[in-house]
């Protein structure tokens, strides 16, 4: 599903069109904007920093870098058969 957001500002004027024009298209709806304010205006939690949290430099080893694990299994111990060319 698609959803042609038309603006509240601009309803009036291009909601009818857009609606005539996408009305035969079963993947699309048209629908109007009608939030009053954006949710996400609030101050930014990631911003502040945590107090449980601790500083990057105790999490870090001395040369700075992260430690980069390998999260695949591992192999299973033993060899393959062997394949005759034919």
Known sequence: MIYCVV???LADELYPKLAKY???DPNVKVIIDRRKSDRRAGED???AEREDEEPLA???PMDGRR???DRRRS???G???RVDPE
């Open 7 to 9: 603006p509240a500002e």
């Open 22 to 24: 996408y009305e035969d």
């Open 79 to 81: 060899d393959f058969p």
């Open 45 to 47: 939690r990631r911003a």
């Open 58 to 60: 105790d999490v870090l």
């Open 75 to 77: 192999r299973i111990p």
């Open 67 to 69: 430690e980069q694990r």
